[in-house]
């Protein structure tokens, strides 16, 4: 038995925060909003997919943003992206620590740790 692949990533959020989210991670980062069943869209968040990049937002009542553990996604224009972050007020926070790869960090609005890598 092997682990063979991911199948999403789930990070939280705050309760009533969706367009938040989707103006992040649609309309800044280019992911498609996809609706979530209808048992768990009772629930709040929001689910964001292209191919096999899924990431899933869940509300959690007790929110505290993950500032350590995130998730690290590849870009294909890195320094494009960078800019239209900075111009929509996000954090962008180059790292240059042994990876031959650039790559920097930012927070989704929630303060969620984000890594963002040239690819």
């Known amino acids: 038995m092997t682990l063979r ?12 925060r969706e367009t938040e ?3 992040f991670y649609s309309a800044l980062l280019g992911l ?8 768990l869209a009772k629930r ?3 689910w964001f997919e292209r ?6 937002l869940g509300v ?17 224009d890195l320094a494009a992206l960078a800019e239209r972050l900075k111009a929509a007020g996000y954090p962008v926070t180059p790292d ?14 929630f303060g969620n740790r984000i ?3 040239g690819g």
């Not at 692949?5 to 009533?16: E, S, V």
């Not at 498609?32 to 048992?39: D, I, R, S, T």
């Not at 240059?96 to 609005?109: H, K, L």
């Open 5 to 16: 692949t991911l199948d999403h990533i789930q990070l939280a959020m705050p309760r009533g």
């Open 60 to 76: 959690e009542e007790d929110f505290r943003p993950a500032r350590k553990a995130h998730p690290a996604f590849v870009v294909d």
């Open 32 to 39: 498609p909003e996809v609706a979530k069943p209808p048992e």
């Open 115 to 117: 890594e963002l890598i």
């Open 44 to 46: 709040g968040g929001a």
């Open 51 to 56: 191919g096999a990049l899924r990431v899933h």
């Open 96 to 109: 240059d620590q042994g990876d031959p790869r650039p790559r920097f960090f930012t927070a989704d609005p």
């Open 21 to 23: 989210a989707r103006a």
